[in-house]
């Protein structure tokens, strides 16, 4: 009962901002490939807006490559921010690679992992071919995403650093301008981990208490892959700027609980290390007496409340009055 009244106290609050902002969401299709059309939606602030292009903010949304989408409550609320933070900010949808009918003939994790890369590498090309459309700064886009997506982001931005072909796509020279990574970690080849070119500043969020994802390195389906602390050490190597920000004892929730809790961090990324490219590696150690985590449906009521029940819904699509957890999500 507790988590349902304060759900609703953050809904109530939400959409009171929502009805005093000036924020606008448009939709487009940013590809179509096969019998697949994929969409992304535009959250720009009009109260923000400047004649000089702005900065993007490229949402990735999580879901183990089978399921989720860019609507979603949570979501929502974090591209709103970025929106009032003067970005254009953008969610994306991709093509979940891993069904039971396995439509696409993938052999393994790494190809379905390789699907939603081209997806997001395709979306992020659409945005430049919009710049002047949009009001875009094609020098400062940023890409961000929670579990599944946020391995999008990692992986994409380790074959950016190789010029894998994909990439290629993209104009000669071109990397994101930092990357924030909600639970994510990427996969080695031969236990290996090349970086031919030094990757962008990079935020990590993790608990490494988490499973789903590594915080250091574990096997998955049968490859290896490496998380942020592992990366760290490469990172302190080359010099890569990077902030690691971890929750002692929290679990895969931190996938999702940035998207509400951890603003000011995230603001902060961008200030110092983006905006005024600063040099520092940061390792972050936060203890809560009670570490969040997604072990029942009812803790992650308490603590990610707007994702759960936000489940595939804009925040203006819940019925408040029908409150009742979503019958697709199952951990």
Not at 258 to 281: A, G, H, R, V, W
Not at 306 to 317: A, H, Q, R, S, T
Request: aromatic letters at 12%; a negative charge; proline letters at 4%.
């Amino acid at each position: 009962m507790r988590a349902t009244i304060f759900s609703i106290m953050i809904f109530l609050a939400c959409s009171w901002a929502m009805a005093q902002s000036n924020i606008t969401r448009d939709t487009y299709v940013y590809s179509v490939k096969g019998a697949d059309t994929l969409h992304l939606d535009v959250y720009v602030d009009r109260a923000k807006q400047q004649q000089s292009p702005q900065p993007v903010m490229l949402y990735v949304h999580g879901g183990g490559f089978s399921m989720g989408s860019r609507k979603n409550a949570a979501q929502e609320i974090y591209n709103r921010f970025w929106a009032e933070q003067g970005f254009v900010s953008v969610a994306m949808d991709y093509r979940l690679a891993m069904t039971e009918d396995n439509k696409y003939n993938v052999t393994g994790l790494d190809q379905i992992v390789r699907i939603a890369n081209e997806d997001a590498v395709s979306a992020t090309a659409f945005l430049l071919e919009k710049a002047a459309e949009l009001n875009i700064d094609p020098n400062m886009i940023m890409i961000s995403g929670g579990s599944a997506g946020a391995v999008v982001c990692l992986t994409l931005e380790n074959d950016i650093c190789n010029d894998v072909d994909y990439t290629k796509v993209l104009p000669e020279g071109f990397n994101y301008a930092g990357i924030i990574s909600h639970a994510g970690a990427l996969s080695m080849q031969n236990d290996t981990l090349i970086w031919a070119k030094k990757p962008c500043p990079i935020l990590f969020f993790h608990g490494d208490k988490d499973i789903a994802v590594p915080f250091e390195k574990s096997e998955i389906m049968g490859s290896t892959w490496v998380g942020p602390k592992y990366l760290q050490r490469q990172f302190k190597a080359m010099e890569v700027p990077h902030w690691i920000y971890f929750e002692k004892g929290a679990d895969h929730v931190m996938a999702m609980k940035p998207l509400t809790n951890n603003n000011l961090e995230q603001e902060k990324f961008y200030n110092s290390f983006i905006k005024d490219k600063c040099k520092s590696m940061v390792f972050t150690e936060w203890i809560d007496e009670t570490p969040a985590d997604m072990t029942s449906v009812e803790s992650m009521l308490q603590y990610v409340p707007m994702y759960i029940l936000g489940f595939g819904k804009y925040l203006e699509e819940i019925d408040f009055g029908q409150l009742e957890v979503p019958k697709e999500i199952v951990y």
